[in-house]
């Protein structure tokens, strides 16, 4: 017989209104599941539970962890005020969300998971470890790209500087990357266990991982904001990360015991 798959836990959306009963609900964009099964592991949604057993119990049975892409983190767990003219540009806050993948996160280092991060799930991974965001780009940073690109949320729409001898360098197998770009808010101070390890040419970080002291604290880690799932079945290289992170999963499957 063959090696059992890998599983990866996925965090999904939330909303108000659902499809079924128009009561609250999830939501999650099926490419996240087809990259990961592409990539040779077995996707599983946990929904947005309070309950933190269930959450570490999800985490212990896994043996990888996305953060999925979404509506805007509340802004009261990284900034004290918010002025006017930022308040108006962001979505109202998704806290059941937010405490959830708190938790998720919280459990991700205490039981060493490997973490993919994607888009949303870049920037509260941020802020879940002290980090702050950019509230919204175009208010904040002059002559910065247009990143909020929804419109052509599965085409290459710029490029990024990669950092030599990153986990996403290795995995991409290059140093500049093409991406798509569905954003207006982006991380702004990287928390302390983190660095940042890919960045648009306006300056904006486009990937993270653990800095070299604090590598020790999990095994595979890759933030980044654009969105591999959209790009994946058409570009090889947005494979690739799937790949590298499946397959650290996968090592840790087969070659270390659940917490």
Known sequence: ???????????????RRGVEFDDFSIDLSNQYLLAIE??????????????????AEAVRHAHGVVLTGGDDVETSLYR????????????PPARERDLFELMLIDEVFRQRKPL?????????????LGG???VDIPTQVPGALRHS???KKDDIVHKINVQPGSLLAEAVGTTVLGVNSSHHQAVEKTAKPLCATAVSIDGIIEGM????????????????????????????????????????CRRYCHGRKKV
Not at 7 to 13: A, F, G, K, L, W
Not at 80 to 91: D, F, G, I, R
Not at 219 to 242: G, I
């Open 149 to 151: 690109r929804s419109d």
């Open 132 to 134: 702050t965001l950019i």
């Open 209 to 248: 991982e653990l800095g070299p002291e604090s590598r020790h604290l999990l095994s595979y880690l890759v933030a980044v904001q654009f969105h591999p799932e959209r790009l994946f079945a058409r570009h090889k290289k947005h494979w690739d990360l799937f790949r590298s992170f499946t397959d650290a």
């Open 1 to 15: 017989m063959g090696m059992s798959l890998p599983i990866v836990v996925i965090s999904p959306s939330t909303r």
């Open 38 to 55: 592409a990539a040779g592991a077995i996707p599983m949604v946990l929904p947005c539970l309070s309950d933190p057993q269930i959450v």
């Open 116 to 128: 993919l991060a994607i888009c949303r799930g870049h920037q509260m991974l941020n802020v879940a």
């Open 80 to 91: 004290k005020e918010l002025p006017p003219e930022l308040a108006k540009t962001v979505s």
